[in-house]
């Protein structure tokens, strides 16, 4: 079955930088585009940032453009968020995602998560 693993959390101090990474398996990995969204305490869960199955095009949601990076290794089955200039505002539970459309159903698969904690 699909899993998705996220690590490389932390703690890191205001404008500093992570990386965080999420190793997927169960599927095709280079066959999928993967997705990294992030959800903060009370908060909905937001969209950071997407990529095309072989890396060719990439989005970012309003928070990430300029300051996070994402990108992929599909010899490693593994899909990288690179933050820099961090801000508190940055602090949330960080998920890889995969949307897997099979005929018209549409389904979401997560990982559990790495907490990325931005404070002096």
């Known amino acids: 079955q699909v899993q998705l693993v996220e690590s490389g959390g932390g703690l890191v101090q205001p404008g500093g930088s992570l990386n965080v990474s999420c190793v997927a398996s169960?599927?095709?990995?280079?066959?999928?585009?993967m997705n990294w969204y992030r959800q903060a305490p009370g908060q909905e869960r937001e969209f950071v940032a997407s990529i095309f199955s072989n890396g060719g095009k990439r989005n970012y949601g309003d928070s990430a453009k300029g300051r996070f990076t994402i990108s992929r290794d599909n010899n490693k089955n593994t899909v990288y968020l690179q933050m820099n200039s961090l801000e508190p505002e940055d602090t949330a539970v960080y998920y890889c995602?995969?949307?897997?459309?099979?005929?018209?159903?549409?389904?979401?698969?997560w990982g559990q998560g790495t907490q990325v904690t931005v404070s002096s």
């Open positions: 169960g599927f095709t990995f280079d066959k999928y585009g």
């Open positions: 995602n995969l949307k897997w459309q099979v005929g018209d159903s549409l389904n979401d698969y």
